[in-house]
């Protein structure tokens, strides 16, 4: 796709270094591998599935399966406040006192929709540990690259992309061997799930590139609470597709308090000092500008 976008003019030359590039490689893959371990190893409480529907007739379901998905969502959860961590840390930011409680809010919110019975071993711990921290870093570190090297969303993806692809299809097969004793070339691969393998390709890219350009545009800290806004639209699609089984009180409440949130979020952390980056200036710049200012000032009185 990086090459299709190349050949159609969107991906420009431009310059990233090697081992910068190896550090944003190592952290991307670092979290899809701990990300997927993590729903693996982790269990959740059941939840009811209903009938799939006439297009999904071709599925077998289970009356009642059990989800990684609430598992994953916790450490979604925990990726904001690492995040926010690491701009204090990396990037001096300021949060204003408003911005930190929207971003609580939301937090409160996503956690009443989606948290429940949730059982964790300890290697599920570690894996959702590495999850969380590759994800924020590997975040943080498109900001940084795109700041630091005026890198354009298509212009990332077309330096990132290829190096991903080329990395996860050597190690993948291993890393995959080794933590579930399965080889991938021996699964069954039926036309179904071809398609979805397909599928799920054409729509990473998307993914990948809204979040560069996200990313890109505010922050990662931005971007994460704009993505808790798709496990709002899960959970209405859910309802309109499957009935009220999946719409409760609670997860009515929690959808309710996130998206209050999310817009108490963009509104506090748009106004002046609801989120800025501190520049420190040395005293002998400070002192050299004051100089400068006061020479002027003087000229101008003359004048």
């Given at each position: ?66 989800l990684h998905f609430l598992l994953f969502q916790i450490a979604k959860l925990c990726i904001i406040p690492v995040l926010c961590f690491l701009e204090i840390l990396f990037d001096k930011v300021r949060y204003s006192r408003d911005t930190k409680l929207s971003i609580m809010l ?198």
């Amino acid at each position: 796709m990086t090459s299709v976008m190349k050949w159609l003019g969107y991906i420009q030359p431009s310059y990233l270094p090697l081992p910068e590039l190896v550090k944003f490689v190592f952290f991307a893959n670092l979290s899809i591998v701990g990300m997927n371990v993590s729903l693996m190893w982790n269990s959740v409480g059941f939840y009811q599935v209903k009938r799939v529907t006439k297009f999904y007739s071709m599925l077998e379901c289970n009356a009642y399966t059990k989800l990684h998905f609430l598992l994953f969502q916790i450490a979604k959860l925990c990726i904001i406040p690492v995040l926010c961590f690491l701009e204090i840390l990396f990037d001096k930011v300021r949060y204003s006192r408003d911005t930190k409680l929207s971003i609580m809010l939301v937090l409160v919110g996503v956690a009443v929709c989606t948290v429940t019975d949730v059982s964790m071993n300890s290697q599920g711990l570690i894996a959702a540990i590495i999850a969380v921290w590759s994800t924020a870093l590997q975040q943080h570190y498109v900001h940084h690259l795109q700041r630091k090297y005026s890198l354009g969303s298509f212009n990332l993806l077309g330096h990132t992309a290829p190096a991903q692809a080329v990395s996860l299809l050597i190690f993948g097969p291993f890393v995959d061997l080794w933590l579930t004793d399965k080889r991938v070339d021996t699964f069954d691969y039926t036309m179904v799930v071809t398609f979805f393998i397909v599928l799920s390709c054409i729509i990473a890219v998307g993914t990948n590139l809204s979040q560069f350009i996200c990313i890109g545009r505010f922050t990662a800290v931005s971007f994460q609470v704009l993505g808790h806004m798709k496990t709002i639209l899960v959970l209405t699609l859910g309802f309109f597709f499957f009935g009220k089984e999946g719409l409760n009180f609670h997860v009515a409440l929690g959808m309710t308090i996130a998206v209050i949130g999310m817009i108490w979020y963009g509104n506090a952390s748009s106004k002046p000092g609801g989120k800025e980056r501190q520049v420190y200036i040395p005293i002998s710049e400070k002192t050299q500008k004051h100089g400068i200012l006061s020479s002027q000032s003087e000229l101008d009185l003359k004048v």
